[in-house]
């Protein structure tokens, strides 16, 4: 696909968005406390939520990453969900924490929380950044939540159009330029 002019409007801006993190990161240490959770971070998305969200959590823990399918270079979900690349870390008995950048029909998640449930962690729980409930097309628990948005396609902070934009500090709207 040929570059093409965007218009960048911020959205969720910086500040926003380290308040926000800081009020996750409060959430999840109560919740945690005395325990020695594994984050699992969906890449590619999650990268910049997942390093500004474990370094508020002063709690043992430990990371890993997993890499799935998911829209390509098009900008609505397929429903079609693959590991790409899997788990390093073995997950029976832990108390796992997914954390994940966007929800938006649900699929992706879906697919990955039925994928961990059946590996038997001792707990799983899913900590989502922001949640676009308005196409869901299955329900989906989130346990820790950052933002709740309106139908607009994202980019910034993680999130990214063709790999692009994903370095944004702040969370913008695309909008096609179509008068350039
Ligand atoms: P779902 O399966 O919930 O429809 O889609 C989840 C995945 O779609 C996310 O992990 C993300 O990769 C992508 N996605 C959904 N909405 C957006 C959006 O507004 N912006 C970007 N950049 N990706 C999105």
Redesign the pocket.
């Known amino acids: 696909m040929p570059d093409k002019d965007y218009q960048l409007k911020v959205l969720i801006s910086r500040e926003e968005i380290k308040n926000t993190v800081v009020r996750l990161a409060k959430e999840i240490k109560k919740d945690y406390r005395g325990k020695q959770p594994l984050l699992i971070g969906?890449l590619?998305?999650?990268f910049v939520f997942m390093a500004d969200l474990t370094r508020q959590l002063d709690l043992p823990m430990e990371i890993d990453f997993i890499k799935?399918s998911?829209?390509g270079a098009a900008?609505k979900?397929s429903?079609k969900?693959k590991v790409v690349q899997g788990l390093k870390t073995p997950i029976k008995g832990r108390d796992v924490l997914v954390i994940?950048?966007?929800?938006?029909?649900?699929?992706?998640?879906?697919?990955l929380l039925n994928y961990l449930r059946r590996k038997k962690p001792a707990s799983l729980k899913l900590c989502v950044l922001?949640d676009?409930p308005s196409?869901?097309?299955t329900s989906?628990s989130i346990d820790y939540l950052g933002f709740t948005?309106p139908d607009?396609?994202?980019?910034g902070y993680g999130?990214?159009?063709n790999e692009k934009?994903r370095n944004l500090p702040d969370i913008c709207v695309?909008e096609d330029d179509e008068s350039s």
Do not use: C, Q
């Open positions: 969906i590619k998305g999650s799935l998911s829209y900008t979900s429903g969900v994940e950048d966007i929800v938006d029909t649900g699929l992706t998640i879906s697919f922001t676009k196409h869901r097309k989906v948005l607009k396609f994202i980019v999130l990214d159009l934009f695309l």
